[in-house]
């Protein structure tokens, strides 16, 4: 993916990735976790600044809204947070960070 490109190319490539976790979805439940860079408010869901020069094209859109759209989803159901928390959550609750008492020691 180009993340110099156009923003509705950016935000089409990451549905058509996203719509590939409801593909073998054997329940109704339509909610997706999204870790990104530089997203400073992840409640809306806008991008408030750049990470080096990548995203230049989202800066200041409503991300939530367009990706929604595209996943045919209620805005809602999309949850941002940032890329590097992501990451460590996914260390604590289900990586090499699992099971100890602190994960930051």
Not at 18 to 24: K, M, T
Not at 47 to 73: E, Q, W
Request: hydrophobic share 40%.
């Amino acid at each position: 993916m180009n993340s110099s490109g156009p923003a509705h190319e950016i935000i089409s490539v990451w549905a058509k990735a996203l719509a590939g976790v409801f593909i073998n979805n054997t329940t109704n439940v339509k909610e997706i976790g999204v870790g990104i860079p530089g997203l400073s408010d992840f409640e809306s869901g806008v991008l408030l600044m750049t990470v080096k020069g990548r995203y230049n094209n989202l800066y200041k859109l409503n991300i939530k809204k367009f990706l929604a759209a595209d996943l045919n989803i209620d805005p809602c159901n999309l949850r941002f947070i940032n890329d590097s928390t992501c990451f460590m959550q996914g260390e604590v609750f289900g990586g090499s960070g699992r099971g100890f008492k602190s994960s930051l020691d």
